[in-house]
């Protein structure tokens, strides 16, 4: 019984460039929220996404920033001309209704590191 | 506003010591209220959670954790520290008033170092 998977576990970018981050939340789960975890920092919430539509964003910079949740496929955080300030953990985690809140199961992360 | 404070950034125990992990929230109603542990290099785990009822919850691994609303904490503790209770914690906060599911606010965490 797979958690939450998400792909790369590292990636190194250099500025300027585009990273994507891969999520796929457990089976059964169809509501996958992003978090992002700066040095000696708690996790701050991103977005929270269900299948093909953004529910919650207010999380997210409002420029460079964006997700999505498709019909098939995993969820994907995408940062475009990434800057040495996005360099971070990033969390997905996902839950399978929309009744509790905050019972979320975690993946282990992509951590971010630009150059 | 709403905030969690995890006033402790670094805590050390002997291993076999008891533990109490302090965590006070800022939040306008009865919140829904975590603790999570993260190894390093890893995801974060639900410990516990407390939504409603029995303000003493208990969680996994041995731990627990007291509701006080009076004091606007949720402290965590455990009576005696295995090594492998090394770990960062983080106490956390969740959205109940109409806000997004899972939009949770975290505190900064405590690290837990325990010796031998």
């Known amino acids: 019984n797979a958690g939450v998977m998400q792909n790369p576990r590292h990636l190194v970018r250099r500025r300027g460039q585009e990273a994507r981050l891969r999520c796929s939340p457990m089976?059964?789960?169809?509501?996958v929220y992003w978090y992002r975890q700066l040095p000696e920092e708690g996790l701050k919430f991103m977005v929270y996404?269900?299948?093909?539509?953004?529910?919650?964003e207010s999380g997210m910079p409002k420029e460079r920033f964006s997700a999505e949740f498709p019909k098939e496929g995993p969820s994907i955080l995408r940062i475009q001309q990434v800057v040495r300030g996005d360099s971070a953990a990033y969390f997905c985690?996902?839950?399978?209704?929309?009744?509790?809140?905050?019972?979320?199961?975690f993946g282990e992360g992509s951590r971010l590191t630009v150059l | 506003a709403q905030s969690v404070t995890q006033p402790d950034i670094h805590i050390t125990v002997s291993e076999g010591a008891s533990l109490e992990l302090r965590c006070n929230y800022s939040?306008?109603?009865?919140?829904?209220l975590f603790w999570y542990v993260q190894s390093p290099g890893q995801g974060l785990q639900l410990l516990l959670k407390?939504?409603?009822?029995?303000?003493l919850v208990q969680g996994i691994k041995g731990f627990e954790a007291e509701f006080k609303r009076s004091q606007s904490s949720f402290n965590l503790r455990k009576p005696s520290v295995h090594w492998s209770d090394a770990a960062e914690y983080f106490c956390?906060?969740?959205?109940?008033?109409?806000?997004?599911?899972?939009?949770?606010?975290f505190g900064k965490g405590t690290k837990l170092s325990v010796k031998p």
């Open positions: 089976k059964g789960h169809s509501h």
């Open positions: 996404l269900q299948k093909e539509n953004i529910i919650d």
């Open positions: 407390y939504f409603s009822g029995d303000t």
């Open positions: 956390a906060v969740g959205a109940i008033d109409g806000g997004s599911q899972g939009n949770l606010i």
């Open positions: 939040y306008g109603a009865t919140p829904y």
């Open positions: 985690a996902s839950s399978p209704t929309s009744g509790r809140t905050g019972e979320l199961f």
